[in-house]
């Protein structure tokens, strides 16, 4: 299906493959090896260049249910890999049970109060601080572990590592993982704190748990709030189909969302119809509109709406009330914006033509996400020479509210693949979600996200290059 026309669109389901293979005869792609560091330099990931996002089932990942070769980390590793890997080891079993207890509860954006328990209950047995019901937001929370180190002077106070655990689900379930992006959060902050314990190394760990990804922009609302502003960094992960094996990050595109009502006059649709005012032929003179106006867009660009049906819209009552829910996406927040006023005199043209009154609220903005390239080169590194993973930079037309904290403060949001047999925000990429294999990926993800983690809060020079690029970044536009 094209991916202009699918009615599934939306956050991570536009992954959609440029070049999708059949399923049924893709090849299966054996799991990588550990990768010397030599052969490291050649080594290509699968979403670099022309885009394969082909789904990959449970059978092309690990033969018969081993774990993946480089499960371990190397020897040379430094010893703070080891004690995450042990630690997430130890953790598996438990990790998986919180996954598969979310999952099967699948919960709404603003409405994720059984997650909120559980992750909350989670930190607070692992030693953290937590707060509930964060900064007024019933379902946010915060956990939090400072770790000191008094005998180095300079790594004595240590910097803020943060961490983002997303929770709400879809009418349809856990169609775009969540459970799994919950699971991985709490287990990278868990890991993170055992390696500051174990080798002396200073620093924070701030754990938020966001509310309603999926259209209520709870991460903006908290970054309004001052959750975020004590941050370093900060860091999450997003399951995705794909490949086997590989993560990616690529951007994401800015999100513009509106309810747009229009109000007319009801009538008898056959015996009096001029005495109407017809709200239905408004909503579709706009979807028109949109559709037209599609020719001049840009093959970046994404509009996709809905009109909301009533219960009491009958064919022989002119309807005298439509309600549409629309969403704009451009690969910047400026195009976005300057996309959405067009789409909004399609609005304004058909509310004039049918003589209906228009009302349109906006939703929050998602601006564009932007992996921060520092960042970004030192995931990469890791996720590669400890665990295997190719990392590509591929972009994608979906969008997520994390891009409006990544435009404040350094951050990485790598997505990486589960076996699925069709793409985010569908019944088969909730079934997948609870799979042992897509837990496997998340696992791996998270042991990298976490070694990441501990090398922010250790190295001194990283942190303030990282600091410096991106206040640059700020002061000539790039990350503004
Ligand atoms: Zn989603
Ligand atoms: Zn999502």
Redesign the pocket.
């Given at each position: 299906m094209d991916q202009d026309t699918d009615p599934k669109t939306g956050?991570?389901r536009a992954l959609l493959p440029t070049f999708r293979r059949n399923k049924r005869t893709s090849r299966p792609v054996a799991p990588p090896a550990y990768i010397p560091d030599d052969v490291l330099q050649s080594q290509a990931c699968p979403l670099d260049g022309p885009a394969d996002f082909a789904y990959a089932l449970e059978s092309s990942w690990w033969r018969d249910d081993k774990p993946p070769p480089y499960h371990n980390a190397p020897a040379r590793s430094p010893a703070f890999v080891h004690t995450v890997n042990d630690t997430l080891a130890s953790l598996d079993g438990e990790l998986r049970g919180i996954s598969l207890q979310i999952h099967s509860h699948p919960e709404l954006a603003w409405k994720e109060h059984y997650a909120h328990d559980v992750l909350t209950a989670f930190m607070a047995k692992h030693g953290f601080q937590v707060t509930k019901h964060y900064l007024g937001l019933d379902t946010a929370w915060r956990a939090e572990f400072f770790h000191s180190n008094e005998e180095n002077a300079h790594h004595t106070t240590g910097r803020v590592l943060g961490i983002n655990a997303?929770m709400d689900a879809l009418p349809l379930g856990h169609a775009?993982?969540?459970n799994l992006i919950a699971m991985s959060g709490v287990g990278v902050a868990v890991a993170v704190k055992a390696a500051l314990e174990a080798h002396r190394v200073a620093g924070k760990i701030v754990i938020l748990g966001t509310p309603a990804?999926?259209g209520g922009g709870g991460k903006v609302l908290l970054l309004e709030r001052g959750g975020y502003e004590e941050m370093d960094t900060c860091i999450m992960s997003?399951p995705m189909p794909g490949p086997p094996h590989i993560a990616n990050l690529g951007s994401t595109t800015a999100r513009y969302g509106f309810q747009v009502d229009f109000e007319g006059h009801s009538a008898h649709a056959a015996a009096s119809p001029w005495e109407g005012t017809n709200a239905l032929d408004a909503a579709f003179m706009a979807y028109s509109g949109v559709s037209v106006l599609r020719q001049q867009m840009k093959p970046t660009y994404r509009v996709h709406g809905i009109v909301v049906g009533r219960d009491e819209w009958t064919p022989n009552v002119i309807p005298d009330h439509a309600t549409m829910r629309w969403y704009v996406r451009a690969p910047t927040k400026d195009e976005a914006a300057a996309l959405s006023e067009k789409v909004k005199n399609c609005f304004r043209g058909a509310a004039l033509s049918t003589g209906c009154k228009l009302t349109i609220n906006e939703d929050i903005p998602y601006y564009d996400l932007q992996n921060d390239e520092t960042l970004s080169d030192v995931f990469t590194d890791i996720a590669q020479k400890y665990y295997g993973i190719p990392v590509g930079r591929t972009s994608t037309s979906a969008s997520t509210d994390f891009g409006n904290v990544s435009q404040t403060l350094p951050c990485i949001h790598p997505s990486y693949s589960i076996p699925t047999e069709q793409g985010?925000h569908t019944p088969e990429f909730a079934k997948a979600a609870a799979t042992p294999a897509a837990h496997k990926a998340a696992m791996q993800i998270t042991k990298a996200l976490a070694v990441f983690g501990v090398k922010f809060l250790q190295d001194d020079v990283l942190a303030a290059k990282v600091r410096h690029n991106f206040l640059r970044g700020q002061e000539s536009g790039v990350a503004a």
């Amino acid at each position: 299906m094209d991916q202009d026309t699918d009615p599934k669109t939306g956050c991570f389901r536009a992954l959609l493959p440029t070049f999708r293979r059949n399923k049924r005869t893709s090849r299966p792609v054996a799991p990588p090896a550990y990768i010397p560091d030599d052969v490291l330099q050649s080594q290509a990931c699968p979403l670099d260049g022309p885009a394969d996002f082909a789904y990959a089932l449970e059978s092309s990942w690990w033969r018969d249910d081993k774990p993946p070769p480089y499960h371990n980390a190397p020897a040379r590793s430094p010893a703070f890999v080891h004690t995450v890997n042990d630690t997430l080891a130890s953790l598996d079993g438990e990790l998986r049970g919180i996954s598969l207890q979310i999952h099967s509860h699948p919960e709404l954006a603003w409405k994720e109060h059984y997650a909120h328990d559980v992750l909350t209950a989670f930190m607070a047995k692992h030693g953290f601080q937590v707060t509930k019901h964060y900064l007024g937001l019933d379902t946010a929370w915060r956990a939090e572990f400072f770790h000191s180190n008094e005998e180095n002077a300079h790594h004595t106070t240590g910097r803020v590592l943060g961490i983002n655990a997303e929770m709400d689900a879809l009418p349809l379930g856990h169609a775009c993982g969540h459970n799994l992006i919950a699971m991985s959060g709490v287990g990278v902050a868990v890991a993170v704190k055992a390696a500051l314990e174990a080798h002396r190394v200073a620093g924070k760990i701030v754990i938020l748990g966001t509310p309603a990804e999926e259209g209520g922009g709870g991460k903006v609302l908290l970054l309004e709030r001052g959750g975020y502003e004590e941050m370093d960094t900060c860091i999450m992960s997003h399951p995705m189909p794909g490949p086997p094996h590989i993560a990616n990050l690529g951007s994401t595109t800015a999100r513009y969302g509106f309810q747009v009502d229009f109000e007319g006059h009801s009538a008898h649709a056959a015996a009096s119809p001029w005495e109407g005012t017809n709200a239905l032929d408004a909503a579709f003179m706009a979807y028109s509109g949109v559709s037209v106006l599609r020719q001049q867009m840009k093959p970046t660009y994404r509009v996709h709406g809905i009109v909301v049906g009533r219960d009491e819209w009958t064919p022989n009552v002119i309807p005298d009330h439509a309600t549409m829910r629309w969403y704009v996406r451009a690969p910047t927040k400026d195009e976005a914006a300057a996309l959405s006023e067009k789409v909004k005199n399609c609005f304004r043209g058909a509310a004039l033509s049918t003589g209906c009154k228009l009302t349109i609220n906006e939703d929050i903005p998602y601006y564009d996400l932007q992996n921060d390239e520092t960042l970004s080169d030192v995931f990469t590194d890791i996720a590669q020479k400890y665990y295997g993973i190719p990392v590509g930079r591929t972009s994608t037309s979906a969008s997520t509210d994390f891009g409006n904290v990544s435009q404040t403060l350094p951050c990485i949001h790598p997505s990486y693949s589960i076996p699925t047999e069709q793409g985010n925000h569908t019944p088969e990429f909730a079934k997948a979600a609870a799979t042992p294999a897509a837990h496997k990926a998340a696992m791996q993800i998270t042991k990298a996200l976490a070694v990441f983690g501990v090398k922010f809060l250790q190295d001194d020079v990283l942190a303030a290059k990282v600091r410096h690029n991106f206040l640059r970044g700020q002061e000539s536009g790039v990350a503004a």
